[in-house]
């Protein structure tokens, strides 16, 4: 079955930096573009990064253009978002997800649990 789990979240003080990942299984990896969403407390899911099949195009939110980078790693069925420049805002449950849809979250079809990400002093 399908499986995406998350990992790598984790306090942080603001200007620094952090790496989570998503580790995809019982899938074709390789073949699905990949998306990073996240959800502040108390507030929507909001669409933050993808990535096409092969790694050579990201697309990337405004908030967080310039800041994070998204990656993938397709021999380890492994998706990565590098966060740099972390800001309190940027505290959120991030989730990995199959696909590519923006904020169509009824498009997705498969989602990850989640990884806690807080950013502060």
């Known amino acids: 079955q399908v499986q995406l789990v998350e990992s790598g979240g984790g306090l942080v003080q603001p200007g620094g930096s952090l790496r989570v990942s998503c580790a995809a299984s019982?899938?074709?990896?390789?073949?699905?573009?990949m998306s990073w969403v996240r959800q502040a407390p108390g507030k929507g899911l909001e669409w933050v990064s993808a990535?096409?099949?092969?790694?050579?195009?990201?697309y990337y939110a405004d908030s967080v253009k310039g800041r994070f980078t998204i990656s993938r790693d397709n021999a380890k069925n492994t998706l990565y978002l590098q966060m740099n420049s972390l800001k309190p805002e940027d505290t959120a449950l991030y989730y990995c997800?199959?696909?590519?849809?923006?904020?169509?979250?009824?498009?997705?079809?498969?989602w990850g649990q989640g990884t806690q990400v807080t950013v502060s002093s």
């Open positions: 019982g899938f074709t990896f390789s073949s699905y573009y």
């Open positions: 990535i096409n099949t092969g790694g050579g195009s990201t």
């Open positions: 997800a199959r696909g590519y849809y923006g904020s169509s979250w009824y498009e997705y079809d498969y």
